[in-house]
């Protein structure tokens, strides 16, 4: 049966204190994503507080280097459970699209895509729940007609490899607001799923060039 092997930077006692805390959003998100996008083999995951690499309102981020390797970055004064398994529902979306379509990321509109595709999985995950990071709140709170501007003000750079990612996806800059990329994403990958009336699970894999029918 596959399953996430959890390893943790721990040596000296470090996150000693978050362990607990750590292996239940583990289990949490597991549950959920693995059947969800039937992911049939093992994955690492890296949990870790040595690594500056968070968003700092959520205490949580983290990076997919393969489909069976994720390392999730915590900081264990902010991290809690959801907001922990929030972000690697988010991770394992982009470790089960590599599992199931190794296809390659060239230019602008596939990265949208490619993180608009975890986006959507993370909405779903924690659609129910009371707390929520401030990063998909603000992904949820941006209107369609907001997402519409940032389309238009990026739309000459999509099938580019040349682009700024940090503005486009991070910090934004005086036109675009802060995860523009993200949001945008978000908001293309919904379209592509209200036009071929499909779930998530059934899209997460879909080649990048099937969801240009949406621009």
Known sequence: MSKINLLLTEANGNLSDKKKTIIEATKAAEEYAFPKLKIDWDIDILVTNRIQ????????????????????????????????????????????????????????????????????????????????????????????????????????????????????FFNGNDKLPRWSGYSLGYYLVKKYLKKTNKTIEETFADKYDDFKIIL
């Open 53 to 168: 690499m968070t968003i700092p309102e959520n205490g949580a981020g983290g990076y997919t280097f393969f489909a069976d390797f994720i390392q999730i970055s915590i900081d264990d004064k902010k991290a809690t459970e959801n907001l922990i398994s929030e972000n690697i529902v988010h991770e394992l979306c982009h470790a089960s699209r590599w599992g199931k379509n190794p296809e390659w990321m060239k230019t602008l509109f596939d990265n949208l895509i490619f993180e608009g595709l975890a986006c959507v999985l993370e909405t779903e995950f924690i659609k129910n729940k009371a707390e929520k990071s401030l990063f998909i709140k603000t992904i949820l709170e941006r209107s369609d007609e907001q997402n519409k501007e940032i389309l238009a003000l990026i739309h000459n750079k999509l099938d580019s490899d040349n682009y700024n990612y940090n503005e486009i």
